[in-house]
């Protein structure tokens, strides 16, 4: 059974930083990509960054630059996968209040971003911004 869970969220000032945290377990040992999207109110989804087992990155549009995407190193623990993924956000702006979701890729889902499908969804993180 994969599990998703992100943590990290809370209130940040505008201008600030914060790093999100996420671990991601049980999933198939195939699974090459995992990415970080989020939702603002009242607004769609967007991806944020994807990030591939061989390091590769790829940035939504207009993400590059306050976003940093990076994973910890893959661990099997009684043939359970279970990684670690963190987004940094630097220089926080109003748009940037939002639930941010840790994704991990499934075959056949719905949801395309950064050349892979993502459908193992945690249950997200919320950021809230403060002037």
């Known amino acids: 059974q994969v599990q998703v869970v992100e943590s990290g969220g809370g209130e940040v000032p505008a201008g600030g930083s914060l790093k999100l945290s996420c671990v991601a377990s049980g999933y198939p040992y195939n699974t090459n990509c995992m990415a970080w999207f989020r939702q603002a109110a009242g607004k769609e989804v967007e991806g944020i960054a994807t990030?591939?087992?061989?390091?590769?990155?790829?940035?939504?549009?207009?993400?590059?630059g306050r976003f940093t995407i990076s994973q910890g190193q893959a661990t099997i623990s009684q043939d359970i996968m279970k990684h670690n993924l963190y987004l940094q956000i630097d220089n926080v702006q109003p748009e940037d209040d939002a639930t941010y979701y840790c994704?991990?890729?499934?075959?056949?889902?719905?949801?395309?971003?950064?050349?892979?499908?993502?459908?193992?969804w945690g249950q997200g993180t919320k950021v809230i911004v403060s002037s």
């Open positions: 990030i591939r087992g061989d390091g590769r990155i790829e940035y939504g549009e207009t993400m590059e």
């Open positions: 994704v991990v890729e499934r075959a056949f889902a719905p949801t395309y971003f950064g050349g892979c499908r993502f459908g193992y």
